[in-house]
């Protein structure tokens, strides 16, 4: 049974589940051991806690050395959070060092992907970092000739392991808050570029809007050019010419949630009087702006640990079975969200 039908069976919300399976707090104690039975009968392994994560990784016999690859695109320059990047690589430098295990890190555009991928003399595994691939590259484990891991990058139809953040629930949380708070109507401010992981944000933010009885209508979708200047000016174009509003919109991201705010203040609107706003990433950028933003907060460094775990045990067997894991976020309340009940 997936997280969705267990729980469809219980009666509770996918949040809960998940809660359980991460070993978060936040559900009582028996729902959690009703929660906890039947995640066990189905197949599943209830996490330790969180602080446990970084230690939870298997020995190597020898020293070794992975490369840390960060995939640069050129038109993501304006779009480049350094503070992501940094809390990634602190974490697998953390557990490497621990292991007596080097770390290289690198940085690499499309056009020498597949070389880099192909020439790793000297490297025992990679992970990818593919918050900025919108490439649709065939990735396999073939290509790479060492344990690979993409870390942070969508592609569900590549044959090679990766972690992502489970879209899924951070956004079931985030339309059930919306919900309680009255909003019937919620829009989304939506990139033009389908960077990372948003594709499937997309599939998940209408799936759960259906799932809630409230089909998402093509009259609230505001399709925005990421550039903060060029993001603003396709705002205020949209909501010029359309009469019929959400109450709340949804941005792709903080970065795109923050320029929307900034520019619908400048128009003379006010947040959340006249329009709430969500975010996603919970990055430093969302408490910049008065109201702060409510937002989903990804845990970088446990989907760090979680592409490091998997990369060693790559490395000692290459042949394991292909694992497409994902890691739940965890909602954050602030100011940016007006309650309508």
């Known amino acids: 049974m997936t997280i969705r039908e267990i729980a469809a069976e219980l009666n509770i919300s996918p949040t809960a589940v998940s809660y359980v399976l991460n070993n978060k707090p936040g559900v009582r104690k028996e729902l959690r051991e009703k ?13 330790e806690d ?32 350094n503070n992501v990047l940094t809390l990634y690589l602190n974490a697998i430098e953390e557990i490497c060092n621990r292991q007596s295990c080097n770390v290289i890190t690198k940085s690499v555009t499309g056009d020498f992907l597949g070389d880099t991928l192909t020439n790793t003399d000297g490297i025992d595994g990679v992970i990818l970092l593919g918050i900025e691939l919108y490439e649709r590259v065939i990735f396999n484990r073939f290509m790479c000739r060492k344990p690979f891991v993409l870390l942070d990058g969508y592609f569900p139809e590549s044959p090679i ?20 708070k009255g909003h019937r109507r919620i829009g989304h401010i939506k990139s033009n570029m389908p960077y990372g992981c948003l594709p499937d944000r997309w599939r998940c933010f209408y799936e759960i809007l259906d ?6 209508s093509k009259n609230y979708l505001a399709e925005v050019r990421m550039q903060s200047e060029f993001l603003q000016e396709d705002l205020q174009k949209y909501l010029r010419e359309n009469k019929d509003l959400p109450t709340v919109f949804f941005a792709d991201n903080d970065y795109m949630a923050i320029s929307a705010m ?19 990433d919970n990055a430093d950028i969302s408490t910049l702006l008065k109201p702060n933003l409510t937002t989903i907060s990804l845990d970088f460094r446990g989907m760090a640990a979680e592409a490091v775990q998997r990369l060693f045990r790559l490395m000692e067997q290459p042949d394991l079975p292909i694992v ?9 309340e602030r100011e940016s969200v007006k309650d309508l009940t």
């Open 35 to 47: 929660i906890t039975k039947i995640l066990i009968q189905n197949g599943y392994s209830i996490k």
């Open 50 to 81: 969180a602080a446990q994560d970084l230690k939870k990784v298997p020995d190597l016999p020898k020293q070794q050395t992975i490369l840390f690859l960060y995939y640069i695109s050129e038109r993501y320059l304006f779009l480049r959070n």
């Open 161 to 180: 392991d990766s972690v992502n953040v489970d879209n899924y629930i951070g956004l079931y949380q985030a339309v059930d808050y919306l919900y309680k």
């Open 211 to 216: 799932y809630f009885g409230m089909p998402f």
């Open 262 to 280: 900034a520019g619908m203040q400048q128009a003379g609107y006010s947040i959340p009087d006249d329009f709430s706003i969500i975010g996603f």
């Open 324 to 332: 497409k894991s994902t890691i739940s976020p965890v909602f954050v």
